[in-house]
């Protein structure tokens, strides 16, 4: 069913398995970090419970061809990439279409990526129709962090776990989807597991590469130094996020040599949520770099 799909053999089994017994759930929530395939697993989820040829999803049938010229009437996905929140009126418009039943079809499915970007609000408008579904709606909830939603919206979901990508499947995307060539073993080690992290770090290695220098030897650079190579490593304010990661990537391998190293990990998650808040990304970078070198060296 997911042929054109890599990794996370168990979690596509076990949704294999409900579409062939024909034993799907209202609710799900599929869990783990970005990048790694959710999304486009719960499409073909939905796609394959629409279907109705015999292999599924046969991509011949009309609610396929539907479905894959995306104007399928039973299937709604919210995808807000841009937006910082996935607002209530949009939730609220959702719920309204969900009571509307399907046409020409059992079911009726929706998807909300990103789904930890509800507002609370926009949550507990959810709240409802999770509790008391109309029998042929499947709600789909992809989700990176699981902490950000009520308990009250997780306790209603089967909840499906999704793993990393082994270093060798994010480099067979990149090669077959991406045709990138020449991988390096290091950006494999920066993706961490992730497409998406692989995609923004690719063609940047130099860069990748002196901030492995840098806060590898945090405790050899004196902090002049450490501020004047801000704008070298910090500069590209779009992968900033990667960078970040990375950086907490190289924190952890040197815990066991200093416990400080979990105080830096703290700053730079503070750090991530400073700039999320839109505040001065100089300012936010240049406070960054002072309280983890003092972390260590002060
Ligand atoms: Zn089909």
Avoid at 63 to 75: A, E, L, M, R
Avoid at 122 to 128: D, E, G, V, W
Avoid at 208 to 236: M, Y
Wanted: charged share 30%.
């Amino acid at each position: 069913m997911f042929d054109n799909i890599l990794g996370n053999e168990e979690a596509k089994q076990v949704l294999e398995n409900s579409v062939n017994t024909e034993k799907i759930s209202h609710s799900y929530m599929f869990i783990g970090q970005e990048g790694i395939g959710k999304f486009m697993i719960a499409k073909e989820f939905a796609k394959a419970i629409l279907c109705n040829g015999r292999e599924k999803p046969c991509n011949i049938c009309e609610s396929c061809i539907k479905f894959n010229g995306s104007n399928n009437p039973n299937v709604e996905i919210i995808n807000e990439v841009e937006e910082k929140s996935i607002k209530t009126e949009k939730i609220k418009e959702m719920v309204k279409s969900v009571y509307e039943k399907p046409i020409g079809a059992s079911k009726k499915i929706y998807i909300i990526n990103d789904s930890q970007k509800m507002t609370k609000e926009a949550q507990n408008s959810l709240l409802k129709t999770l509790e008391e579904p109309p029998e042929y709606a499947v709600i789909i909830l992809i989700v990176n962090n699981d902490n950000l939603l009520l308990n009250t919206i997780k306790s209603r979901c089967t909840k499906i776990k999704f793993n990393k990508l082994t270093k060798k499947e994010v480099e067979i995307v990149l090669k077959q989807q991406y045709g990138h060539k020449d991988i390096s073993d290091n950006i494999l080690e920066i993706s961490d597991g992730s497409i998406t992290h692989a995609l923004a770090v690719y063609g940047k290695e130099e860069i990748f590469s002196e901030i492995g220098n840098i806060f590898t030897n945090l405790d050899k650079i004196n902090i002049i130094d450490l501020l004047n190579k801000k704008d070298l490593v910090f500069k590209d304010k779009e992968s900033i996020y990667e960078i970040l990661d990375y950086i907490n990537i190289i924190f952890f391998n040197k815990i066991k040599t200093n416990i400080k190293y979990t105080y830096c990990i703290r700053i730079v998650e503070e750090t991530k949520d400073r700039l999320t808040k839109n505040s001065n990304y100089d300012m936010t970078i240049d406070n960054l770099l002072l309280k983890i070198w003092e972390e260590i060296n002060g």
